[in-house]
């Protein structure tokens, strides 16, 4: 049956679709031997050859689903021209050829869905799909309820307009105060722009969970397989942008650990792998 390119490589597990897009106007695709940059090209998986620079893909992969608690100081990618520290480092171990949904800065720490479900990752990170990401910002003093209730009236960035689902005081410390802020789309540094932008920067960024599924429990560099009922509620998720969530209200301050950088990949664990 002939199928988009991008869809064939999705399923396939290989990337999410607009990752897929991406390789296919590069020119990493080929189709019986010719590369192919259009996007709107087809192919059949049964009769094609269709390989991604070089290699042949197969008939799609068992579907895998992980929560990863990304580390502080390491990039969300599997390869890196600066040679900085990687993902690659807590999901090397996976059997099947996964990849990360979306992007946490080199200096945020927090949950980060990783799968090779690629048409799962597209629902999570097309912004019409309103996925909510749950994160806590650390600031200096006490925002004031005018910075809190301008967060969600919304706030004019360099590329468009921005808001907040959610935003509340979450808990304080002497000097700072942790807050709670809910987005639906994952532009870049979105939630340290919203906060510079109402005049409370950011000093310390968390990804509490990413649509409904969290890091509570775990440690920095811990990968976690999710459950068949935690696959099926993130399937759910797109269109649920405005409704209020219990789920993510409960949310706790990010992991404590000494040291600085990412921890070391034999301190990592992973939790059981789902049933089939």
């Known amino acids: 049956m002939l199928e988009r390119l991008q869809k064939i490589l999705a399923h396939a597990g290989v990337a999410s679709r607009r990752k897929a897009e991406t390789l296919i106007e590069d020119g990493h695709v080929t189709v019986n031997g010719k590369v192919v940059r259009e996007l709107g090209s087809k192919a059949d998986l049964r009769e ?15 579907k895998v689903y992980y929560v990863l608690y990304k580390p502080v100081g390491c990039v969300t990618t599997l390869s890196d021209p600066e040679k900085r520290a990687t993902i690659k480092t807590y999901i090397e171990h996976v059997p099947e050829r996964v990849y990360p949904v979306g992007r946490l800065d080199y200096d ?15 629902l999570l990170m097309h912004p019409r799909f309103g996925v909510r990401r749950t994160y806590l910002a650390k600031v200096h003093g006490v925002p004031t309820e005018e910075q809190i209730e301008q967060l969600i009236k919304g706030v004019r960035l360099e590329d468009g307009r921005a808001k907040a689902l959610e935003a509340e005081l979450h808990s304080r410390t002497p000097k700072n105060t942790w807050v709670r802020v809910v987005v639906a789309e994952g532009r870049q540094h979105m939630v340290k722009r919203l906060m510079e932008a109402v005049g409370a920067p950011v000093q310390k960024l968390f990804r509490a969970d990413y649509g409904g599924i969290g890091v509570a429990g775990m440690s920095p560099g811990e990968l976690r397989e999710l459950t068949r009922a935690e696959v099926e509620f993130l399937k759910g998720q797109a269109g ?3 409704e209020a969530s219990d789920r993510s209200r409960r949310v706790a301050l990010p992991a404590r650990r000494h040291g600085h950088g990412p921890p070391p990949p034999g301190g990592r664990r992973q939790r059981g792998r789902q049933k089939k």
């Open 48 to 62: 094609d050859v269709i390989q991604v620079d070089g290699r042949t893909i197969r008939e799609e992969q068992d």
């Open 108 to 122: 945020v720490e927090g949950a980060l869905i990783v799968t090779n479900d690629g048409d799962l990752a597209h």
């Open 240 to 242: 649920k942008k405005a």
